[in-house]
């Protein structure tokens, strides 16, 4: 399935977080979303075979990464106390097809 | 962008009774996905369906894409059922409903 590391962080408002997920065998693309508290997830970008393939509406200090081993990486530079939310990653075998979720990381910013 | 909407925005229920959940959408998209988050955040897949009817013991879904909506049934609600239900669609990007919150009271 598809694994998130780690499960649980606190950082100080100005940091900077790595926040990592393990994408299920076999698929090639992977999407980061944002779910605050009593909210829908909101998609923050997708990557497909190591390139970005689309983004929503988050500004760029909220960056991506994904390595040939379909692994990824979402970094968040000078974090705010609005960064405070689960980040959930989901991969799937292509853009449009069924994703499947890990079970999230939840920041909290201080 | 596409809007979608979810009903109702709470539910309760007692053990046994059936509901459904509705899902519009505003745009034409190219899937459709019903999922049941655990109170400890992760999203279980239920159902993927673009367009067409699915049945997995309890629950069933359908989409009628042309009409823009799908439904989602729950028969003989379990307290193990209570959770959030986020339907998600798919056009240029995965668009989530804010969700329906379901308590199954024993």
């Known amino acids: 399935g598809v694994t998130q590391s780690p499960t649980h962080l606190i950082k100080t408002r100005g940091q900077q977080v790595t926040l990592r997920c393990s994408s299920q065998s076999g698929h090639n693309t992977v999407s980061w979303y944002q779910q605050a508290l009593g909210q829908g997830p909101q998609f923050i970008f997708q990557y497909y075979r190591e390139e970005e393939n689309g983004r929503g509406n988050f500004p760029p200090r909220f960056s991506g990464l994904q390595f040939p081993n379909d692994s990824s990486e979402l970094n968040v530079n000078a974090l705010e106390l609005d960064d405070s939310a689960l980040y959930l990653c989901?991969?799937?075998?292509?853009?449009?097809?069924?994703?499947?979720f890990g079970q999230g990381t939840r920041l909290t910013v201080v | 962008g596409i809007q979608v909407e979810q009903s109702p925005p709470d539910l309760i229920l007692q053990e046994g009774a059936n509901s459904t959940l509705r899902c519009n959408f505003s745009d034409s998209v190219n899937n459709l996905q019903w999922f049941h988050q655990n109170p400890w955040g992760q999203l279980i897949n239920l159902f993927y369906?673009?367009?067409g009817t699915k049945q997995n013991g309890r629950l069933s879904a359908t989409t009628v894409a042309t009409e823009r909506y799908s439904l989602l049934y729950i028969s003989s609600s379990q307290t193990t059922d209570s959770g959030v239900y986020f339907c998600?669609?798919?056009?240029?990007?995965?668009?989530f409903g804010a969700g329906t919150r379901l308590t199954v009271k024993p």
């Open positions: 989901a991969s799937s075998s292509g853009a449009r097809t069924e994703a499947f």
């Open positions: 998600a669609v798919y056009n240029n990007d995965m668009r």
């Open positions: 369906i673009p367009s």
